[in-house]
Nanobody
Framework: QVQLVESGGGLVQAGGSLRLSCAAS????????MGWFRQAPGKEREFVAA????????SYADSVKGRFTISRDNAKNTVYLQMSSLKFDDTAVYYC?????????????????WGQGTQVTVSS
């Protein structure tokens, strides 16, 4: 079993930056592919970014490419999402997810573990 706890959300003005963290605990979590998803009110949960266990392979949604960066520190069992040039449309609850596989995936159905989420609100 793997537990995921997100932190770092908050209120930020458009154009600003935030860094989200996801602390993982549990067996072999450092070998998992990790992802970030988000869900805005009234919308489906959508893929944001994912990174494989080594950090050498990452994938991003088109809507965040060039603005968001996913990274991980396996020594700390922590995954990060650095968000820059934030827009009003980035407002959502952001969820960390873990996948017991070496391959990056963009479908939420491919992830085995989920955190509780952290709210990001971008004011226009």
């Amino acid at each position: 079993q793997v537990q995921l706890v997100e932190s770092g959300g908050g209120l930020v003005q458009a154009g600003g930056s935030l860094r989200l963290s996801c602390a993982a605990s549990g067996r072999a979590s450092s070998t998992y592919t990790m992802g970030w998803f988000r869900q805005a009110p009234g919308k489906e949960r959508e893929f944001v970014a994912a990174i494989n266990w080594s950090g050498r392979s990452a994938s991003y949604a088109d809507s965040v490419k060039g603005r968001f960066t996913i990274s991980r520190d396996n020594a700390k069992n922590t995954v990060y999402l650095q968000m820059s040039s934030l827009k009003f449309d980035d407002t959502a609850v952001y969820y960390c997810a873990g996948r017991n596989s070496p391959w990056v995936a963009t479908d939420k159905a491919d992830y085995d573990y989920w955190g509780q989420g952290t709210q990001v609100t971008v004011s226009s």
